[in-house]
């Protein structure tokens, strides 16, 4: 198997790249799945359904979110029908969502999708090993080959997700930092793993949003609106292969600066 998974997509700049894109990317890399986390979509944060829908229409067969998951309320009732995106498996019970999905393509053994927050510099959520032994038991023996989006802030919190899954699941791809990592490696147990892989949006910016109107808040203290920013847009993720049974058996960075119309 081989799986695409891109990074936060960030405001109109990263959507617009997703959606014209994502079809000819699958086709030329011979994709069997296109996964992508996009908490910041909807002006920088949140999603809303009909992005989703777009999304789901242009390619994308997965998405997953974060902490930035209800910005956007609109999202709650797709969040609760859909099977194509998935909440923080570590968020409440009671929150709207599912914690794990299982996304199938014919001719190709199933994909899950798991979500699962960090707890270093982020907000209180539930334990992740405790959320993921209990979404890899109810996994079972449905597939063998399992995505987790480790969204977290700091590396050592991912890394030490991405060990505990080693040999567990196909691959621990880090999101949240929109900073792409240099550390793609496939574990020893074969989990293919990168802390971060980076944003879907604009690189000419402070991880997505404008630079001067961040650095001026963080300069002065006085609070202004972020707008997401607008130049160098790309697109920003991991290629993972698999054996039939999966286990990783490489993990490339993907990266593509794009042109949008
Ligand atoms: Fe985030
Ligand atoms: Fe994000």
Known sequence: MKFLFLGDIVGKPGFNAVLQNTQHIREELDLDYVVANAENAS????????????LINGGIDGVTLGDHIFRRKEIIPTLEKSDRIVKPANYPGSAAGRRWTMITRSGRPPLAIISIMGRVYMRPVDCPFDALDAVLEEIGTQTDHILVDVHAEATSDKQCLARYL??????????????????????????????DVGMCGPYESIIGRDIDRVTHTTRTAEPC?????????????????????????????????????
């Open 166 to 195: 080693d040999g567990k699941v196909t691959a621990v791809l880090g999101t949240h930092t929109h900073v792409p990592t240099a550390d793609a490696r496939v574990l020893p147990n074969r989990t293919a793993f990168q802390c």
């Open 43 to 54: 002006d920088g944060s949140g999603l809303m359904p009909r992005q989703f829908d777009r």
């Open 225 to 261: 609106h972020f707008h997401v920013a607008t130049g160098d847009v790309r697109l920003c993720g991991a290629i993972v292969e698999s054996d039939k049974h999966g286990r990783a058996t490489s993990i490339e960075r993907f990266e593509r600066q794009v042109v949008t119309v």
